[in-house]
């Protein structure tokens, strides 16, 4: 491989696991790339001041601290990664509001949360499904952890611009949108809505889901019995 080409596939290591030094500053360069996408995910959750909520895969924490200040009343933010770096970061940068219990990090994957069933009122992940081949997994973890009100917002690169994106070429899982939207679907999260992000063909997908039985017109979360009138 070309010094060109080794450079190439150690950004696209770091993005996948930023780790180190180096994976601190793609960790502040996600978060200028990706600052739009992630504010326009927040507030596609349309959240409650009182609201729990997950960033899954935060990276260099922009949504941390977006979802930090959306959720300023009573609400409490969980962050999950797998990169221990990146939770090093948040936690140096957050420790007030982790100390308040306002904030709350775990160092898991996101096809196994370390959340309780039906606990969130809203659910974030840009740009991190490149990285999991169990996507069946994942999302049915974030149905999992949904409340039945719930929102899932899922972030990602438009699939002609990432595959034009040298870095994919190693190691990046670029699936067709559809695919993506099935995927959740078979999970029980209907997509309602595809937002794009940014201008022209390499606009980013954001897709806004939430759980079957709300789409449905049941308003139910599956198993739990109707309050009675
Ligand atoms: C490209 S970065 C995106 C960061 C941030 N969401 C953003 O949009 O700026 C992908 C992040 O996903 C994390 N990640 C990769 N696989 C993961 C998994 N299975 N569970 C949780 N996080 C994961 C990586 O450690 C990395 O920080």
């Given at each position: 491989m070309n010094v060109r080409g080794s450079l190439t596939a150690g950004l696209a290591k770091q993005l996948g696991a930023p780790t180190g030094l180096r994976g601190r500053l793609v960790g502040a360069m996600l978060n200028r790339a990706n600052r739009n996408t992630v504010a326009q995910a927040v507030a596609e959750l349309s959240l409650p001041s009182d609201a729990f909520v997950a960033d899954v895969g935060f990276g260099g924490g922009i949504g941390l601290q977006l979802l930090l200040d959306e959720v300023a009343g009573s609400g409490q933010v969980h962050g999950v990664e797998l990169s221990e770096t990146m939770l090093a970061s948040a936690a140096r940068r957050h420790r007030g509001d982790i100390e308040i219990g306002r904030l709350h990090l775990h160092e898991a994957s996101m096809t196994r949360l370390p959340l309780p069933d039906h606990c969130l009122d809203g659910v974030l992940s840009i740009n991190t499904i490149y990285f999991v081949a169990d996507l069946g997994s994942a999302f049915a973890e974030f149905a999992r952890v949904v409340k039945g009100t719930g929102r899932v917002a899922l972030g990602l690169g438009d699939p002609t611009a990432m595959h034009a994106a040298?870095?994919?070429?190693?190691g990046f899982r670029i699936r067709p949108v559809s695919d993506v939207i099935d995927q959740l679907g078979a999970a029980g999260l209907t997509v309602e809505r595809d937002v794009r992000v940014g201008s022209g063909a390499d606009a980013v997908h954001l897709l806004v889901a939430t759980p079957l039985a709300r789409t449905s017109g049941s308003g139910q979360i599956p198993g739990v019995l109707p309050a009675p009138h």
């Amino acid at each position: 491989m070309n010094v060109r080409g080794s450079l190439t596939a150690g950004l696209a290591k770091q993005l996948g696991a930023p780790t180190g030094l180096r994976g601190r500053l793609v960790g502040a360069m996600l978060n200028r790339a990706n600052r739009n996408t992630v504010a326009q995910a927040v507030a596609e959750l349309s959240l409650p001041s009182d609201a729990f909520v997950a960033d899954v895969g935060f990276g260099g924490g922009i949504g941390l601290q977006l979802l930090l200040d959306e959720v300023a009343g009573s609400g409490q933010v969980h962050g999950v990664e797998l990169s221990e770096t990146m939770l090093a970061s948040a936690a140096r940068r957050h420790r007030g509001d982790i100390e308040i219990g306002r904030l709350h990090l775990h160092e898991a994957s996101m096809t196994r949360l370390p959340l309780p069933d039906h606990c969130l009122d809203g659910v974030l992940s840009i740009n991190t499904i490149y990285f999991v081949a169990d996507l069946g997994s994942a999302f049915a973890e974030f149905a999992r952890v949904v409340k039945g009100t719930g929102r899932v917002a899922l972030g990602l690169g438009d699939p002609t611009a990432m595959h034009a994106a040298p870095y994919t070429a190693h190691g990046f899982r670029i699936r067709p949108v559809s695919d993506v939207i099935d995927q959740l679907g078979a999970a029980g999260l209907t997509v309602e809505r595809d937002v794009r992000v940014g201008s022209g063909a390499d606009a980013v997908h954001l897709l806004v889901a939430t759980p079957l039985a709300r789409t449905s017109g049941s308003g139910q979360i599956p198993g739990v019995l109707p309050a009675p009138h």
